[in-house]
C-alpha cells in the first residue's frame, strides 16, 4: 500500500508509517484495527476543534461554541474531510465490508478520519495533531456561517420570520400511514401570511416538521429577497438547513 499521496494531502509524513495503515484498518479486516485510534482521535478532535473556536471567535459565548463545534466534529463533516482526502483509496475492509460498499459508508469513513488524527498523535503529539486538523477544517471554517450552523432547520426558519417580523410558521399533521411501530407522517409546515406551504414526510412528526421546514426555506430564499432584499443571508440559511433536516430525519 503506498500512502505518500494520502500523507501528502494530509499534509503530514509519519515516522512510523504502521500507524497509519492500522488507522485505515477496519475491524473487519484484522484483529489489529483502528478502533482504539478512533476513540483517541475523537477526543484530540474535539479539544483542537474548541481551541480553534474558542481563539477565532472571541465575542460568541460557551453555548454557541458548543454548538458550532458540535456541527463541525459530526459524522457528515468527517467524512467530507474523507472526501476530499480520497481516504476511501486507503482503507483496509474485510470483503464483506467491501461487497457492501463499506468504503462509501459516512461512518466508516468518519471513523477513520478520527484513527488518522490519533494515528498522528502517537507519531508525533498533539500540537502536531492538532496543526494537521486545523489545516483540514481552514477551508470549511472559511466558508460557513457560524451564526446558522448547528441550527435545526424549525429553528432557522423562525429565526428568519422574526427577523423580518412575519408570524411563526404553523405545521399540520396531514396522514400517517404505516404500522404502529414504524409510521411515517405527513407534515404541512404553512406561512400563511406570504402564502407558503411546502410538505414532507418522516418516521416522525418531528423529522417531518424538519423536512418540511427546510423545504419552506429554499422557497423563501426566492422570495424574501424580492421583499427584503436579503439574498446573501436567506441563501445561507436555507442551504445549510437541509442537511439538518436529512440527518433529524434519519434519527
Same mark, same amino acid.
Given at each position: 500500500?503506498?500512502?505518500?499521496?494520502?500523507?501528502?494531502?494530509?499534509?503530514?509524513?509519519?515516522?512510523?508509517?504502521?500507524?497509519?495503515?492500522?488507522?485505515?484498518?477496519?475491524?473487519?479486516?484484522?484483529?489489529?484495527?483502528?478502533?482504539?485510534?478512533?476513540?483517541?482521535?475523537?477526543?484530540?478532535?474535539?479539544?483542537?476543534?474548541?481551541?480553534?473556536?474558542?481563539?477565532?471567535?472571541?465575542?460568541?459565548?460557551?453555548?454557541?461554541?458548543?454548538?458550532?463545534?458540535?456541527?463541525?466534529?459530526?459524522?457528515?463533516?468527517?467524512?467530507?474531510?474523507?472526501?476530499?482526502?480520497?481516504?476511501?483509496?486507503?482503507?483496509?475492509?474485510?470483503?464483506?465490508?467491501?461487497?457492501?460498499?463499506?468504503?462509501?459508508?459516512?461512518?466508516?469513513?468518519?471513523?477513520?478520519?478520527?484513527?488518522?488524527?490519533?494515528?498522528?498523535?502517537?507519531?508525533?503529539?498533539?500540537?502536531?495533531?492538532?496543526?494537521?486538523?486545523?489545516?483540514?477544517?481552514?477551508?470549511?471554517?472559511?466558508?460557513?456561517?457560524?451564526?446558522?450552523?448547528?441550527?435545526?432547520?424549525?429553528?432557522?426558519?423562525?429565526?428568519?420570520?422574526?427577523?423580518?417580523?412575519?408570524?411563526?410558521?404553523?405545521?399540520?399533521?396531514?396522514?400517517?400511514?404505516?404500522?404502529?411501530?414504524?409510521?411515517?407522517?405527513?407534515?404541512?409546515?404553512?406561512? @400563511?401570511?406570504?402564502? %407558503? /406551504?411546502?410538505? =414532507?414526510?418522516? !418516521?416522525?412528526?418531528? $423529522?417531518? *416538521? +424538519?423536512?418540511?421546514?427546510?423545504?419552506?426555506?429554499?422557497?423563501?430564499?426566492?422570495?424574501?429577497?424580492?421583499?427584503?432584499? @436579503?439574498?446573501?443571508? %436567506? /441563501?445561507?440559511? =436555507?442551504?445549510? !438547513?437541509?442537511?439538518? $433536516?436529512? *440527518? +433529524?430525519?434519519?434519527?
Amino acid at each position: 500500500m503506498n500512502l505518500t499521496q494520502l500523507e501528502t494531502r494530509l499534509g503530514y509524513k509519519f515516522k512510523d508509517q504502521r500507524l497509519l495503515i492500522q488507522a485505515l484498518t477496519h475491524r473487519s479486516h484484522s484483529a489489529m484495527h483502528n478502533e482504539r485510534f478512533e476513540f483517541l482521535g475523537d477526543s484530540i478532535l474535539n479539544f483542537a476543534v474548541a481551541a480553534i473556536l474558542f481563539h477565532q471567535l472571541p465575542n460568541v459565548d460557551e453555548g454557541d461554541l458548543s454548538r458550532i463545534r458540535a456541527s463541525l466534529v459530526k459524522q457528515g463533516t468527517l467524512a467530507d474531510i474523507a472526501a476530499r482526502l480520497d481516504l476511501s483509496s486507503f482503507l483496509r475492509l474485510g470483503e464483506g465490508e467491501l461487497k457492501s460498499g463499506g468504503f462509501r459508508r459516512p461512518s466508516i469513513l468518519a471513523d477513520a478520519v478520527e484513527a488518522v488524527f490519533g494515528a498522528i498523535y502517537l507519531d508525533s503529539g498533539s500540537d502536531r495533531a492538532h496543526q494537521v486538523i486545523e489545516a483540514l477544517y481552514r477551508p470549511i471554517l472559511e466558508t460557513v456561517d457560524f451564526n446558522t450552523l448547528g441550527k435545526d432547520a424549525k429553528t432557522l426558519l423562525q429565526e428568519v420570520l422574526q427577523g423580518r417580523k412575519f408570524a411563526l410558521p404553523a405545521y399540520n399533521v396531514i396522514a400517517t400511514s404505516g404500522a404502529a411501530h414504524d409510521q411515517q407522517f405527513e407534515v404541512e409546515c404553512l406561512i @400563511a401570511e406570504l402564502d %407558503v /406551504r411546502a410538505q =414532507a414526510s418522516g !418516521s416522525s412528526r418531528r $423529522a417531518a *416538521e +424538519q423536512a418540511a421546514a427546510a423545504l419552506v426555506l429554499a422557497q423563501l430564499e426566492q422570495i424574501l429577497p424580492k421583499k427584503k432584499g @436579503a439574498a446573501k443571508q %436567506v /441563501r445561507k440559511v =436555507a442551504q445549510l !438547513s437541509l442537511p439538518v $433536516a436529512v *440527518e +433529524q430525519d434519519r434519527k
